[in-house]
């Protein structure tokens, strides 16, 4: 069964700061992995989605990596500002389009 | 605007009650998406449906039940033998074929006491 990590569970930074979160999963058989934000009480919002067969995906400030052979996803945020403090959840596509989540970063940028 | 929409934002219960979250979305997505999500948790699945008429269980889908009886809805009911049902749920929806974004409703967020 594919188990999705994403460490770390929390992080605080000064605004400003260029920062990663990392997603790793156990079975490379996937067909893409999504990121997404969530803020307290919400909905997921989708920022970036990479197919397979890419290796990165770039959005403004947010640039996703994708390295299936190793099973790992990084996410980028650039010029971290409060207003990027959220939750931030990666998953992954498996068979029968069924998706796969981590438990996510709580991100806290502070100003 | 196309999206998901989910009602009621906060649902109330007693215990021994079924209850069901509505979901319905206008974005002409063929798979419909359950998910549960509890405090520092991530999503798990409890039920979906790639089309019309056929869904399938999840990975915790014991105590709940759902139907797909249009394209555009795709109900929850929580009944009283999920013996766990505070929590927050999640819709959502996609093309289908796996290659595509998921989109999701705002969610509701169930309190049984």
């Known amino acids: 069964k594919q188990e999705v990590t994403q460490i770390p569970a929390a992080l605080s930074v000064p605004e400003g700061e260029n920062l990663v979160l990392n997603c790793s999963f156990t079975?490379?058989?996937?067909?893409?992995l999504q990121w997404f934000r969530q803020d307290p009480g919400k909905g997921l919002t989708s920022l970036l989605l990479?197919?397979?067969?890419?290796r990165e995906q770039t959005s403004g400030r947010l640039n996703a990596s994708l390295d299936k052979s190793s099973g790992r996803s990084t996410l980028y945020i650039a010029a971290s500002q409060p207003g990027d403090s959220a939750t931030y959840l990666c998953?992954?596509?498996?068979?029968?389009?069924?998706?796969?989540f981590g438990s996510g970063t709580k991100l806290n940028v502070k100003p | 605007d196309g999206g998901i929409t989910q009602s009621p934002k906060y649902l109330f219960r007693k215990e021994g009650q079924n209850v069901t979250l509505s979901c319905e979305q206008n974005?002409?997505?063929?798979?419909m998406y359950w998910y549960r999500q509890d405090p520092g948790q991530g999503l798990r699945l409890i039920y979906y449906?790639?089309?019309?008429?056929d869904f399938q269980k999840g990975d915790i889908a014991e105590g709940y039940s759902v139907s797909r009886e249009k394209k555009e809805s795709f109900p929850l009911t929580v009944t009283s033998a999920q013996k766990n049902p505070t929590a927050f749920y999640l819709c959502?929806?996609?093309w289908g074929a796996g290659r595509t974004e998921q989109y999701f409703g705002p969610g509701t967020r169930l309190t049984v006491t």
């Open positions: 079975d490379s058989a996937i067909y893409n």
């Open positions: 990479i197919q397979s067969s890419q």
């Open positions: 998953a992954v596509t498996g068979n029968f389009n069924k998706f796969y």
């Open positions: 959502a929806s996609t």
């Open positions: 449906s790639q089309i019309v008429n």
């Open positions: 974005l002409n997505h063929d798979a």
